[in-house]
């Protein structure tokens, strides 16, 4: 099964220091998009892989930017 959600940024930019994608057992893969850009992907989840991951540079993301978060999982 994959869901798949875009949301847009309502107010105020933003500046970005990490993602913490989070699945359960059942996950096979999570990714974050922007226009243009991946943030974050995983597409062989492993659900001990709870742990924080911060970029190098922090990310700006501007007000009413799209992201796409992506979560496949096994029913």
């Given amino acids: 099964v994959t869901w798949e959600e875009d949301v847009r940024l309502a107010s105020g930019d933003l500046e970005v220091f990490g993602v913490f994608p989070h699945q359960h057992a059942r996950g096979l893969g999570t990714s974050v998009h922007r226009e ?3 943030l974050a992907d995983a597409p062989r989840w492993d659900d001990l892989w709870q742990e924080l991951a ?9 007000a009413g930017e799209r992201l796409t978060l992506r ?3 096994s029913t």
């Fill in 36 to 38: 243009g850009a991946c």
């Fill in 54 to 62: 911060f970029y190098r540079e922090p990310v700006a993301l501007d």
């Fill in 71 to 73: 979560c496949r999982w």
